[in-house]
């Protein structure tokens, strides 16, 4: 349809598509890219999968008009979905009219997220590029069957957080948002790439120390009958390792600096003791690990929707139209 219309010389185009084609991944780029090319956008509406007949209610369906326009190149940051009325999720933590796109840090570029490769015996994470990612974001001791270890040679950008390796804190990040993390993704991020947010407020700091804790007292509820912890600090009295010396130094900064931050009606300095001095009422926590882990998710949400992570559809920083001779629809 585009050829011909480009062939014709004049026209309008009007398209379903899964959102991932407005999201600049990898296998659509080429047909994102000769939409803004030679079309001018006109307007866009996003609707719920379950709308249509065999598509995943969890997959969002975009319909975009467009307009044939000789090199206009168009931005992409100038894009606007309206939220159609049938687009029902209860996942949103707020209820936007419009969704836009920018240009954003993506997980995936600042380290290597998938190695699957012994390098220090370090702790590792589950790969979380996408939004949709199936498998469960947790932390683990063998990366052989996915993931990356925590480590600075699966470093690619440095973050340059005071005090915080910054191995450490992809691979939090890691397990903030997506599918099986602390978070899930609101429909329309479905398969969009995981974006990092601002390291510099308050709350994203805040959301990396929930996180710690989300990761112990998960760990603590799969792996304290039956001694298979991966963090070590049941049963030895003060001593506690986030995985190696450089990990545990960045995990102890964050629960010494954040600490007072809430839980229910304790505040995470206080669980954490609890925890660490095996005190009797380690065992009422691990007994209600389930609520704990809810009373943390709700936490994270707030803070997210405080620094505006939801409030943009996130594309590539490096994306940008390629030339008419690699386009190849």
């Known amino acids: 349809m585009i050829e011909i219309i480009k062939k014709n010389g004049s026209g309008y185009l009007s398209t379903f598509s899964p959102a991932g084609v407005l999201c600049g991944k990898t296998r659509y780029k080429n047909l994102l890219c000769a939409l803004l090319k030679d079309f001018e956008f006109i307007k866009a509406f996003i609707f719920s999968g379950d709308n249509f007949e065999n598509v995943s209610k969890a997959k969002p369906i975009t319909f975009s008009i467009w307009k044939y ?3 206009v190149y168009t931005d992409v ?3 606007k979905l309206k939220i159609n009325e049938l687009f029902h999720n209860p996942l949103l933590p707020i209820k ?5 796109f920018k240009r954003m840090d993506l997980l995936k570029d600042g380290w290597k997220c998938d190695t699957m490769k012994y390098i220090r015996g370090e702790l590792g994470v589950i790969n979380n590029e996408r939004f949709n990612s199936p498998k469960s974001k947790i932390l683990q001791q063998k990366v052989d069957g996915g993931g990356s270890e925590m480590v600075e040679e699966n470093i690619i950008k440095e973050l340059n957080i005071p005090y915080i390796p910054s191995e450490l804190v992809y691979g939090l990040w890691s397990t903030v948002v997506g599918n099986y993390a602390i978070i899930r993704h609101p429909l329309h ?8 947010p601002n390291f510099n407020k308050i709350e994203t700091m805040e959301i990396l120390t929930y996180s710690i804790m989300y990761a112990i ?3 603590l509820k799969t792996g304290y009958y039956n001694n298979k912890n991966k963090f070590n600090f049941i049963g030895i009295i003060g001593i506690f390792k986030f995985g190696g010396n450089q990990l545990s130094k960045g995990v102890y900064n964050l629960l010494y600096k954040y600490g007072l931050c ?7 300095e206080e669980i954490f003791e609890i925890i660490n001095w095996h005190k009797k009422e380690i065992y009422e926590l691990i007994s209600n690990a389930n609520k704990y882990l809810k009373l943390i998710s709700e936490e994270v949400a707030k803070r997210l929707e405080k620094i505006g992570y939801w409030d943009y ?4 920083k490096d994306f940008k139209i390629v030339s008419e001779e690699t386009i190849n629809v």
């Open 262 to 268: 809430k839980i229910g009606d304790k505040t995470i």
């Open 77 to 79: 940051e100038s894009l």
């Open 313 to 316: 559809l996130p594309i590539p």
């Open 217 to 219: 007292i998960q760990d």
């Open 96 to 100: 936007p009219k419009y969704i836009q």
């Open 189 to 196: 991020f479905d398969g969009a790439y995981v974006h990092l």
């Open 69 to 71: 326009h000789k090199n």
